[in-house]
């Protein structure tokens, strides 16, 4: 392991460099993170899962940036040009940028100006020109001329092309010109000529005649002057004061400006500057500042995808799942507690059919036959009328019913998928929407897993990111989440136990095969007797497995099965056993334990031990259930129902750069734009608000022709 690329890592990282030595050679011995951040706190000063994915990206681009200085050292020398100073600086360089700047002057050209100029043999011209000695360069020329360079003028004109070549390769140059545009250049976006008739519904209005700097703009504004781009309705360019920059040139490149070869030479660094320093600089910026909005927004959808994810489950529940539409109608799923569909409905209370009462009356007896307790409406298409619709039937229920608007973003994807068509063959896409609809609300993370995380809809431009990129952050979100959480063996499906740390396809259907043949699993033990589960598939993953209601009470926590001798001494010494798991008499006896001391007597590290107390506490714990639990109603609310300065209670929905949308309970979500939320500075939303979280709002703000409310987090 590259002690100098630890070095770095412990320095980006701020973190110990033993630490870093400690992940990488646990990631090298087929370790996972989820794994790694569970039970391997000792080794690891208890890092958690971001840190140790961190770990091994910046371990991964230190590696790939000292390959790259690796062989342009060796390009260099193959070439007979490689210096020792030049090596060092080559070996110093942080970026992989400043690493092709010091190559740029000995790469292999393609055809360029200067390089047909040298060809006709003007190199030793221009360095005639470059020593500004004040010599008649007209008749210095002559001696230059031949059948490809007829007249003074083209010879005079290749040398400057030549100069030009020479100062758009120097590494020193480039890195002033980027860092000088980088602090005072601004992007600035305008409307190409005819283009109006492309951004129809004025999408991009703001950005008609925009101009920001460069290091002030926020991402998500570069992102949208790109996209605005990309569709053909902008021209987006940077601009910064040429003037102070050739001035820095002409500084470094002239040696005495009171000679002849001094006007050429300007000449040769304006065109070096204009034709090829600049243009290649601003796609470096560009690029740059792509990057980081990519980084800034991909970081900011999966916070909220993991807040999503994290929705506290509605358990013990029958839940109506409720697809709305208008045409085909409105599709019905009732619900068990397990998620288990016992009824499916269609009806028609939505234009064009309207059939009010005959619907009411379908819904009304679905409620008095399976008890139904809540109703879960998607918020696509006809949602809010589905919504008046349902309020209309609660009132006149016998039963006490409440609703709620779920996120259904995906729920068509998944409906159309194998997975759904595998789990509801005789149903159509629309039906199995209903179910999924429902399933969410009873348990958002188990449903959302069978969704690729992109549909989820919880960003802002994540269709405009680098889709690896997204699909690996999003991918370790959701991995993190359902470890986190952890698994009940009896009831996943494929998709959540595809996340859990370890699995492999081999080990998911040796469980699922099994699970059919004998219903369900009694221990771990019996996992890990199943052909297709590895030791280490065993290791990595049976920590995360839950089995409630099995042989062994330790199996419904996440104690791991290398800890269980230890947790039994520790129940021994204070005269428990595994039976008083979960026990308050258990409770308060674990409360008076000292860590210090047990940990030496059980020969065991203080990090598993105070684990293994949580879990002896509160076996089966979820972390889910200390979030914020989704809000239900009874009746809707119209805009019209609303004035400035009404307290509310919402649901945030989305969380973007420039503030959150929360649900109140109109068509609309309300916005809360980032100077609202609090009286503090804050550089994100996501340091306030996240989704998925219940608060009190005030309305500041209503547009009722756009039906658009402002809302406010601080009291007004």
Do not use: W
């Not at 820095?248 to 002849?260: H, M, R, S, T």
């Not at 698994?487 to 492999?504: C, E, F, K, R």
């Amino acid at each position: 392991m590259n002690t100098d690329i630890i070095k770095q890592i412990s320095k980006d990282l701020n973190i110990k460099e033993k630490q870093a030595e400690v992940v990488l050679s646990l990631l090298q011995e087929g370790n996972t993170i989820p794994f790694i951040a569970r039970y391997r706190k000792e080794a690891t000063g208890a890092l958690d899962e971001e840190i140790i994915r961190s770990i091994n990206e910046v371990y991964i681009y230190q590696v790939n940036l000292l390959k790259r200085k690796e062989d342009v050292i060796r390009l260099i020398d193959e070439k007979g040009m490689l210096t020792e100073e030049l090596k060092n600086d080559i070996m110093a360089c942080n970026k992989l940028v400043d690493v092709e700047d010091l190559y740029r002057p000995y790469k292999e050209k393609k055809k360029t100006k200067a390089t047909e100029a040298i060809a006709n043999g003007l190199e030793p011209l221009a360095n005639l020109i470059m020593e500004f000695k004040n010599r008649n360069i007209n008749e210095e020329a002559k001696a230059f001329l031949n059948e490809k360079v007829e007249t003074i003028e083209k010879a005079i004109e290749g040398t400057k092309y030549i100069i030009a070549e020479v100062i758009s390769d120097n590494a020193e140059y480039r890195k002033y010109i980027r860092e000088n545009i980088f602090k005072f250049g601004t992007l600035t976006s305008k409307l190409k000529k005819k283009s109006n008739e492309l951004d129809i519904n004025k999408t991009y209005e703001m950005y008609y005649d925009f101009s920001e700097s460069i290091k002030n703009i926020k991402p998500h504004r570069i992102l949208a002057v790109n996209r605005g781009e990309k569709e053909g309705i902008l021209s987006v360019n940077i601009e910064v004061d040429d003037s102070h920059i050739l001035n820095y040139l002409e500084k470094k490149i002239i040696k005495n400006p009171n000679v002849v070869e001094s006007q050429i030479v300007k000449e040769a660094i304006l065109d070096s500057y204009k034709r090829l320093i600049f243009p290649s600089v601003e796609r470096e910026i560009r690029s740059d500042l792509k990057a980081v909005a990519e980084e800034v927004a991909i970081d900011n959808f999966s916070k909220n995808v993991e807040n999503l994810l994290l929705t506290p489950p509605i358990k013990g529940k029958v839940v109506l799942g409720y697809d709305p539409a208008f045409r085909t109608g409105c599709k019905l799923a009732v619900l068990d507690p397990t998620g288990k569909p016992l009824k499916i409905e269609v009806i028609y209370p939505t234009e064009p059919h309207n059939k009010i009462e005959e619907s009411k009356k379908i819904v009304l007896d679905l409620i008095d036959k399976y008890n139904i307790d809540i109703i879960a409406i998607g918020n696509g298409t006809a949602s809010r009328e589905s919504e008046a619709f349902i309020a209309e039937c609660i009132k006149k229920s016998k039963r006490k019913v409440e609703y709620i608007i779920v996120n259904e973003a995906g729920a068509s994807v998944y409906s159309a998928s194998k997975l759904a068509i595998s789990e509801f063959p005789d149903l159509t896409v629309e039906k199995r929407s209903a179910i999924s609809i429902g399933r969410r609300l009873q348990d958002s993370l188990s449903e959302l897993v069978k969704i690729d995380p992109k549909s989820i809809g919880v960003g802002l431009y994540q269709h405009d990111v680098t889709p690896k990129k997204l699909d690996e952050s999003l991918d370790f979100v959701v991995t993190k989440v359902v470890n986190q959480v952890g698994v009940n063996v009896n009831t996943a499906s494929s998709s959540l136990l595809g996340y859990v740390s370890g699995m492999n396809k081999k080990a998911i259907e040796a469980i699922l095969s099994e699970r059919n043949i004998k219903g369900r699993f009694n221990s771990r033990d019996e996992i890990k007797k199943l052909k297709g589960i590895t030791p280490k598939v065993f290791e990595q993953a049976i920590g995360f497995i839950r089995i409630p209601d099995g042989d062994n009470p330790l199996d419904k926590t996440s104690i791991h099965p290398e800890s269980y001798d230890a947790t039994k001494k520790l129940l021994e010494s204070i005269n428990m056993t595994v039976n008083d798991v979960g026990s308050e008499l258990l409770s308060n006896k674990l409360k008076n334990i000292n860590l210090d001391e047990e940990s030496k007597k059980l020969n065991i590290d203080k990090y598993t031990l105070n684990d293994i107390i949580l879990d002896l506490e509160k076996p089966g714990r979820d972390l889910r259930d200390s979030m914020p639990k989704p809000v239900l109603k009874s009746d809707v609310l119209n805009i019209e129902d609303l004035h400035i300065g009404d307290k509310l209670q919402g649901t945030v929905r989305n969380v973007v750069d420039f503030g959150a949308f929360i649900d109140i309970g109109l068509h609309n979500d309300g916005l809360a734009h980032i100077s609202k939320l609090t009286d503090k500075y804050i550089k994100h939303p996501s340091e306030v608000v996240s989704v998925g979280d219940i608060v009190d709002c005030y309305v500041i703000d209503i547009n009722k022709e756009k039906e658009k409310v402002s809302l406010s987090l601080k009291s007004v």
